[in-house]
């Protein structure tokens, strides 16, 4: 696209953009250290994680002020509009997701305390290393306006779904085996439950991406398959 | 949010109150208006915009005949006013712009009377049989154009007087007070400070119930603001014709997006 004829419309735009790209390199940073804290129980860095929370919701007050800002000086029209009403709905899903790592930070901190489940923290572990990757694309995919990525990262929200599912199986599994388990089980599940609400996350700001591109929220139904809600879970 | 806001956003059932097809427009050599096809819809506002030169004045001005006052301008193709060709040979122009009527870009008063003023247009066209029915379209008219509570101590008083905002909205009741059909503006606002324009603006949403309105105007946000319609004209080209929110949020042409946004002159 052309520039503006007046630049500093130009540099405002580009300004709000910067920062929420830096503030998704913060949230992508703390999922990635939260999962990290869980597996090698290291308190040091999950407490690093939750106070690094705050960084993140300054930097959404900041963004979306910026924007007020932007509407009310500049009155923006077309993809400028676009632009302005996609970074406010991302940086919403980016300080939502900001606070789910904060969430599971805290919740390694008490795991810590517990005896390990077999094998949990490492499904969690590349849960979030999925979702994460597929943040980073849906952010990527904003900044250069491709819709092609896009449309993969909803695309691909389903092996997100698909690890949900089996870790939740997985969980039943270790709860049903030894009642001991149930705690910490049930903390490993929110912690799973909110990566994959990540994941929704990413799939949103894909969304925007192709409103941003198109003009147009995507309409079709995207893929999903988290099955846990058909499941019969209680058996006996 | 009202309901009929919402209802009229929907391709609507307005009906067309002018249709516009193949109009061409030269000024001698020079094309203006290339192949304009366009439909005015009836009780809507259409805000007609585009860069200086775009053709837009033009094609307002088609829409009441003023273009047959310049020599040398010459205009093709058909303007129906409720289906009836506007250019056909048995209609007479000052008929016409009574039933078109046309408020212009600076305030013009004509040096009389406010009362006259208004007075003018119903006289001339034998609209009244007496002065007590004179007086009672000077004054409704003065009230749909906001401007009676402010005028009615000293209608006696010349018109060129008040203040250029008042000027406006007295041309804008001169204008009405003929009852027209459509009501075209041409730069309504442009001369006017800021409460002014919101006032003429409030004006334009009162009346467009019983007239259509066209305005040509340069300020986007003005079109924004008071259309369900908006036209960009480019280089003597209709570009993009539609519901006025999806011009501002997504139009479809790369040179409506260019120029809303503030990258082409």
């Known amino acids: 696209m052309e520039p503006h004829i007046r630049s500093a419309f130009d540099k405002d735009l580009e300004g709000i953009q910067a920062l929420v790209m830096r503030m998704g390199g913060l949230v992508e940073h703390a999922l990635l250290q939260a999962a990290q804290a869980l597996e090698t129980r290291d308190d040091a860095l999950a407490e690093d994680v939750r106070a690094g929370d705050r960084a993140i919701d300054e930097m959404e007050d900041l963004i979306q002020t910026e924007c007020a800002r932007i509407i009310a000086t500049r009155a923006p029209n077309a993809t400028d509009l676009r632009t302005v009403l996609t970074v406010m709905r991302i940086v919403g899903s980016l300080e939502r997701s900001g606070d789910y790592a904060k969430n599971l930070a805290k919740r390694s901190l008490v795991l810590a305390q517990m005896r390990p489940v077999n094998g949990a923290a490492g499904s969690i572990s590349r849960m979030a290393r999925t979702v994460v990757s597929l943040l980073k694309d849906a952010l990527d995919a904003y900044i250069s306006r491709d819709a092609h990525l896009a449309e993969d990262v909803r695309r691909r929200d389903v092996e997100v779904d698909q690890m949900y599912n089996s870790v939740f199986r997985e969980f039943l599994t270790h709860m049903m085996e030894d009642p001991r388990n149930i705690t910490a089980c049930m903390h490993l599940h929110f912690i799973a439950k909110n990566i994959e609400r990540v994941g929704d996350h990413a799939t949103g700001i894909a969304e925007q991406v192709l409103y941003l591109v198109s003009g147009e929220m995507p309409l079709d139904d995207r893929p999903k398959a988290d099955t846990t809600t058909e499941m019969p879970h209680v058996q006996g | ?265």
């Open chain 2, 1 to 265: 949010m009202k309901d009929i806001q919402v209802e009229e956003r929907a391709v609507s059932d307005h009906k067309s109150k002018i249709t516009a097809r193949g109009v061409q427009v030269y000024y001698g050599q020079n094309h203006a208006l290339k192949d304009v096809d366009v439909d005015i819809l009836e009780g809507m506002v259409t805000a007609f915009i585009g860069p200086s030169g775009c053709g837009k004045s033009t094609f307002l001005r088609c829409l009441n005949r003023m273009n047959d006052t310049v020599s040398s301008a010459r205009v093709e193709g058909k303007i129906l006013l409720d289906g009836d060709d506007i250019y056909d040979r048995s209609v007479d122009p000052v008929q016409l712009r009574a039933k078109v009527g046309m408020v212009f870009q600076k305030p013009n008063p004509f040096p009389k009377a406010i009362y006259d003023n208004v007075a003018y247009g119903p006289k001339i066209h034998g609209m009244t049989r007496n002065k007590a029915e004179l007086d009672e379209i000077v004054e409704s008219s003065l009230r749909k154009a906001a401007l009676w509570n402010e005028v009615k101590d000293r209608l006696q008083s010349p018109g060129t007087g008040l203040s250029g905002g008042q000027q406006q909205r007295l041309c804008i009741a001169r204008a009405i007070a003929t009852s027209p059909e459509v009501l075209l503006m041409d730069e309504p606002c442009s001369a006017l400070d800021p409460i002014a324009t919101a006032q003429v603006e409030e004006l334009i949403d009162d009346i467009r119930s019983q007239f259509s309105v066209v305005i040509v105007t340069h300020s986007m946000q003005q079109a924004a603001r008071v259309s369900q319609r908006t036209a960009f004209f480019h280089m003597g080209h209709l570009v993009e014709y539609g519901e006025t929110g999806q011009i501002f949020t997504s139009p479809q042409n790369p040179r409506t997006e260019s120029y809303i946004s503030g990258r082409i002159g």
